[in-house]
């Protein structure tokens, strides 16, 4: 990599190069201690095998490894190590693990032990399947009972295990190759993890409706074992194309049009100050919606209202209030002080966004539903405390929760849900990947609410609330960890190719808003005093959403790229006429053929180019 690291990633910590196993066909990346893109004769077979122990806020542990013994020859492999990880109150769980590959078939085990118990949500396998080729695709489940099912994969993203009480699931990976993942040890079941906008199905062990977080108890040892099983039956048929790491890659004109969605940032009260102060930088990017947060639990009140009405006067495009609703007194009554608390500040938004404060935290299955008034009322209450003002509804967490309690449509102006890519993993990869399940969200809320007026966001790589824990993870050391209210990569070129990226996998959605930034703070396009960047103060983002705002409005049309986890693009047309936009989503440089577009383009890591097209 001849770019500087902290450039692209925000860090000049960089992640450890994974060790490509090969068994003939069949091949597997070996990542502190997991397997990822396992494959078979280049296509992409399962997502990842990894062994996870999970804290009772469904953080993930970094199990310290000890022993590690790689050995392989052309046609198998072998692994084996000892990982360790430290609970709290100095308890400790040690895991023993060996991995074996060959003749089609790939064996993953492990066998945890602790000699003085250890709580966990979650301790064993977790198997991903891909999503993109997979979805809606046949399956056949064998159950724990005995019982095989002919099924499908889901297509619309399922709220709930589309499959529970699992012992093995097969499926076609191409013309004439089966491949079974067989799980023992354990129950395991499925989950639609595209609800988190993972980019995988994902196979766990112990059932969600059985009580977290439990004890593993002391010298009572944990035997799971995970195999994959290919059956090539030689089909003479053809076979899906791969492309080769490193090859050109092409875009050509697709048949998709549509227009630009408007740009919106978000502002809290703790940032007021800091946005008022970069108020030039604000009127630069010129967003079209400013999404102001209120949430009194969290002490907002009169204050921030008059600082939001500051602000709201300084911007010329429209504004949105986002309201978490206690719901500790009648929604009447809060919300009409509320209202009464704007009109005192003289503070007036476009738009109200209103939602339980309870529902921003997930309701797993086999939970008990929080108690909540009826969200009809909480509708009603915004309709008479703002009778001229468009009432937006959904949630202000992820579209799992909006998946999972689906809101009355008819109640509202517009329907809204965040996402977040960090909730389950946190590597390079797995945060690139998770633009892969952007068109499933937004085409099952299509799906569920039809033409309704669409946003999304705020929509940031630092998660800002996490709805299955009680707390997002602090990480002052910048690392690369799930659930993190800091992420260092916000600061680096990767956010910007994330989040035009983001943008060209939703454009199919219609939206009226989408929200990637704040302008300050930890989710801002501008860096505090102590965040160095290379642009004195903006984040490389900065140039990403002042790019796509400048854009809202104009039609756009699609591009297809040869290889959309690599590059992607699409041609905007305006006043000033037409234009391509591409995006490099890996590390790498990328050669890519515009053909009838205009020539080849080299594209440096995580760079975005924006090409003048002849009329």
């Known amino acids: 990599m001849t770019t500087d690291a902290f450039a692209l990633y925000g860090t000049r910590a960089q992640e450890k190069q994974p060790v490509r196993l090969t068994a003939g066909k069949l091949t597997a990346d070996l990542a502190d201690g997991n397997l990822r893109s396992i494959r078979y004769d280049g296509s992409e077979v399962l997502r990842a095998i990894s062994y996870l122990v999970r804290d009772r806020d469904w ?18 492999f072998e692994v084996a190590y000892q990982a360790r990880c430290d609970g709290p109150g100095a308890t400790k769980l040690s895991i023993d ?13 492990a066998e945890a032990v ?3 118990g250890f709580e966990t949500n979650r301790c064993g396998f977790c198997i991903l399947h891909p999503i993109v080729g997979v979805a809606g695709s046949p399956a056949t489940v064998e159950h724990v ?3 095989i099912v002919e099924t499908r994969f889901p297509d619309l993203i399922e709220p709930w295990q589309p499959f529970k009480d699992m012992r093995a699931i097969t499926h076609e990976v191409m013309p004439g190759v089966a491949a079974e993942c067989r799980m023992e040890g354990d129950t395991f079941e499925m989950e639609d993890q595209r609800n988190w906008s993972d980019a995988s199905y994902k196979t766990y062990v112990r059932p969600l409706a059985l009580p977290w977080p439990y004890q593993v108890q002391g010298s009572q040892p944990v035997r799971q074992k995970t195999s994959l099983i290919i059956r090539d039956a030689g089909s003479s048929g053809k076979r899906s194309s791969v492309v080769t790491p490193g090859a050109t890659i092409s875009l050509k004109l697709g048949t998709r049009t549509g227009t630009m969605p408007g740009v919106g940032v978000i502002v809290t ?3 007021a100050d800091a946005t008022l102060a970069a108020a030039s930088l604000l009127s630069q990017i010129a967003p079209r919606e400013l999404l102001f947060h209120f949430d009194p639990d969290a002490g907002h009140g009169a204050e921030a209202l008059k600082s ?7 911007h010329r495009g429209r504004s949105t209030l986002e309201i978490a609703l206690p719901c500790k007194s009648s929604p009447a009554s809060e919300v009409a002080e509320i209202a009464r608390q704007m009109q005192m500040a003289k503070f007036k938004p476009d738009a109200v966004l209103i939602s339980p404060s309870v529902d921003r935290q997930s309701t797993p299955p086999g939970s008990k539903w929080p108690d909540c008034p009826p969200l009809e009322d909480v509708y009603a209450a915004a309709r008479a405390a703002f009778p001229e003002t468009r009432i937006g509804g959904g949630m202000l967490s992820y579209f799992t929760e909006l998946n999972r309690k689906r809101v009355p449509a008819g109640e509202i102006d517009f329907v809204s849900h965040c996402t977040n890519p960090i909730v389950h993993a946190a590597d390079d990869l797995s945060v690139m990947q998770t633009l892969e399940a952007l068109p499933f969200i937004t085409r099952s809320v299509r799906a569920i609410y039809g033409d309704k007026p669409y946003r999304i966001g705020p929509s940031t790589i630092p998660m800002r609330q996490n709805p299955y824990g009680s707390r997002t993870m602090d990480n002052p050391s910048g690392g690369r960890i799930p659930m993190a209210n800091r992420d260092p990569r916000h600061n680096g070129r990767f956010a910007g190719a994330f989040a035009l990226g983001y943008a060209i996998r939703v454009l199919d959605a219609d939206l009226e808003c989408l929200t ?3 302008l300050a703070g930890p989710f801002g396009l501008v860096a505090g005093p102590d965040e160095p960047t290379e642009q004195g103060g903006r984040r490389p983002l900065f140039n990403a959403v002042r790019t796509l705002s400048g854009l809202a409005g104009a039609s756009w049309q699609e591009c297809v790229s040869s290889s959309p986890s690599d590059v992607l693009a699409f041609i905007a047309v305006d006043a000033a006429g037409a234009k391509l936009h591409m995006v490099n989503l890996t590390c790498e440089e990328r ?9 080849d383009v080299l594209l440096a890591p995580f760079a975005i180019a924006v090409l003048p097209l002849a009329h």
């Open 59 to 76: 953080g993930t542990y970094s199990p310290e490894i000890a022993n590690l013994r790689i050995e392989q020859s052309g046609d198998c």
């Open 591 to 599: 050669k890519v053929d515009c053909g009838a577009l205009g020539g």
């Open 269 to 271: 009260p703790e940032e």
């Open 516 to 518: 990637l930034s704040a």
């Open 114 to 116: 602790t000699e003085t």
């Open 145 to 147: 009972d005995g019982r």
């Open 308 to 314: 939001f009405a500051a602000i709201a006067a300084l």
């Open 97 to 109: 693990v060996r991995i074996s590959g060959g003749q089609g078939r790939l064996d993953f085990e």
